[in-house]
Nanobody
Framework: QVQLVESGGGLVQAGGSLRLSCVAS????????MGWYRQAPGKERELVTV???????TYADAVKGRFTISRDNGENTVYLQMNNLKPEDTAVYYC???????????????WGQGTQVTVSS
């Protein structure tokens, strides 16, 4: 069993900062990518940022220069530092991991339960 648990969401004023964390735990063999998606009310879930093992991160245009993803490979943890937050960043943020479970040959996609980020104007 694999679990992704997010933390760090909340309410912040425009221009403020938040830091999200996500820990993957369980029978994990190898992690290929970890990242963050978000879903605003009435909209589809969209990619925010993703980082593959040994690679440079990819960011959505809307967050470039404001958000930074980092990963602790040894702890299967990923962070999202969000600066200069805007009201349009308001959404539920989901952690995602593409990983291989122990004794399995293939990689599967796993999701956290989501954490609410609300930015007031």
């Amino acid at each position: 069993q694999v679990q992704l648990v997010e933390s760090g969401g909340g309410l912040v004023q425009a221009g403020g900062s938040l830091r999200l964390s996500c820990v993957a735990s369980g029978s994990i063999g190898s992690v290929r990518t970890m990242g963050w998606y978000r879903q605003a009310p009435g909209k589809e879930r969209e990619l925010v940022t993703v980082i593959a093992t040994g690679a440079t991160p990819t960011y959505a245009d809307a967050v470039k220069g404001r958000f930074t993803i980092s990963r602790d490979n040894g702890e299967n943890t990923v962070y999202l530092q969000m600066n200069n937050l805007k009201p349009e960043d308001t959404a539920v943020y989901y952690c995602n991991a593409l990983l291989q479970r122990l004794s399995m040959m293939h990689f599967d996609n796993f999701w956290g339960q989501g954490t609410q980020v609300t930015v007031s104007s």
